[in-house]
């Protein structure tokens, strides 16, 4: 059973930049998708961006990929999302997310196999 553990998220100001992580433990990424996602309070969780583990392909919201860069290192299972230029309206709970098959990270589709627990990014005004 694969599990993901997000890290990296805290309190930072306008402007800034951040880097999460997904560690994934108790199976490989290897034959997944990982995604990014995040739900800020009142909102519906949205994507944001997606890498197939296998062939590096990339795929991101359009509203943040200008900013936001999700990238892999494959030894380690481990999956990062590098944020620059943060707003508030960046603040919200960021998810890591797993599925063999792209179609359910791009649509956040309801059976996605594998959820991270999530963590908080607040940005500063």
Not at 57 to 82: C, H, M, N, P
Not at 84 to 107: E, F, G, R
Request: aromatic share 10%; hydrophobic share 40%.
């Amino acid at each position: 059973q694969l599990q993901l553990v997000e890290s990296g998220g805290g309190l930072v100001q306008a402007g800034d930049s951040l880097r999460l992580s997904c560690a994934g433990s108790g199976g490989t990424f290897s034959g997944h998708t990982m995604g990014w996602f995040r739900q800020a309070p009142g909102q519906e969780r949205s994507f944001l961006a997606a890498i197939i583990w296998d062939n590096g392909g990339t795929y991101y919201a359009t509203a943040v990929k200008d900013r936001f860069t999700i990238s892999k290192e494959s030894v380690k299972d481990t999956v990062w999302l590098q944020m620059n230029d943060l707003t508030p309206d960046d603040t919200a709970v960021y998810y890591c997310a797993a599925d063999p098959l792209a179609a359910q990270i791009l649509t956040i589709a309801r059976g996605i196999k594998y959820w991270g627990q999530g963590i908080q990014v607040t940005v500063s005004s």
